[in-house]
């Protein structure tokens, strides 16, 4: 009978094979990093569809994800490993912290949205330059997961002082929460008819009144915050993308409404409305059809 011996400790058991050189190049340098919530994942199947990472940019906020644009230069200030160091020899303790750096271009504006996020719970995918997604790989219920990776730390520094010529622009730093996972599990969604890299966040709108409203006609300008650049394009059906309630909160439809093309909105109403106040505002934004744009607050309209 051949001996086995079943309790052997099989040393090479956990390695793997290093024939990687079919492998897609792994990985480019970063050109947008995207905040996400904690523990985000999508199924990896998912991962390689444009439409469902539009989704995910048009979320309600808290599961929302957050492309960071004007990304300058990324550089990695990974910490050395740990070691207790002995007169003799010397004993491992931790990997060093896995730690990336940016710097962003900024606009006061744009600054403020950005620090919003600073110090947050949030996790993090990159996008590098070869329009490569990169995260980290997790099953969830049996079917494999493309995954963010948690973030210990997220912050944006002050933004530096403007020189002749230069932009403005600030350093965010990103921690990584488990460096390990990040390590051992890559995942890489790659192949893609899409373009990752231009991915943005949402612009907010002001919604305002236009011209002088009726009881049967109010026109509503929308453009985008701080630029005052006209949105058109949101619906014009009813319900769609547009929410109209009076002072109690009750839904008001209009018989039709016109996308006048420059920006504003026409809201007709066969049964006049009554005298009183009304709000005029899109719908939230992940059930908005026009992509890209969250409204930030309702246009308030007075009818007499």
């Known amino acids: 009978m051949a001996y086995t011996n079943d309790n052997a ?17 792994d990985f480019g340098l970063i050109v947008k990093p995207i905040l996400a919530p904690v523990n985000w994942s999508i199924p990896y199947a998912d991962a390689k569809v444009e439409s469902k990472w539009i989704e995910q940019l048009q979320e309600l906020p808290a599961a929302r994800l957050y492309p960071i644009g004007g990304v300058m230069d990324v550089d990695n200030e990974n910490e050395e490993a740990q070691y207790d160091e002995g007169a003799v020899s010397r004993v491992f303790i931790r990997d060093g912290k896995t730690i ?11 600054f403020k949205q950005l620090v919003s996020h600073s ?14 997604i990169q995260g980290i790989s997790k099953q969830v219920s049996d079917v494999e997961h493309f995954a963010s990776v948690n973030l210990e730390n997220f912050t944006v520094e002050k933004y530096a002082p403007v020189k002749g010529g230069e932009a403005m622009k600030c350093k965010i730093v990103m921690e990584l929460g488990d460096p390990k996972t990040w390590y051992d599990s890559p995942s890489v969604v790659s192949g893609l008819s899409f373009s990752p890299s231009q991915f943005n966040g949402l612009e907010y709108v002001l919604l305002g009144e236009e011209g002088t409203p009726t009881l049967s006609e109010v026109i509503i300008k929308a453009e985008a915050y701080r630029t005052g650049t006209a949105v ?10 547009w929410t109209v309630k009076n002072a109690a909160g009750v839904e008001q439809t209009p018989t039709t409404i016109t996308d006048n ?44």
């Open 232 to 241: 058109p394009g949101a619906s014009e059906t009813p319900g769609e993308d």
């Open 119 to 132: 110090n947050k719970p949030c996790s993090v995918i990159f996008v590098d330059d070869n329009e490569f």
């Open 100 to 110: 990336y750096t940016a710097m962003v271009e900024v606009t006061r504006y744009g």
């Open 9 to 25: 400790v099989l040393c090479g058991g956990s390695k793997q094979n290093t024939g990687t050189q079919n492998f897609c190049r």
């Open 261 to 304: 093309s420059d920006g504003t909105y026409t809201f007709a109403f066969g049964t006049p409305l009554a005298a009183g106040t009304y709000t005029f505002n899109f719908v939230p934004s992940n059930v908005m059809t026009l992509k890209g744009f969250e409204s930030l607050e309702a246009a308030t309209v007075i009818l007499s």
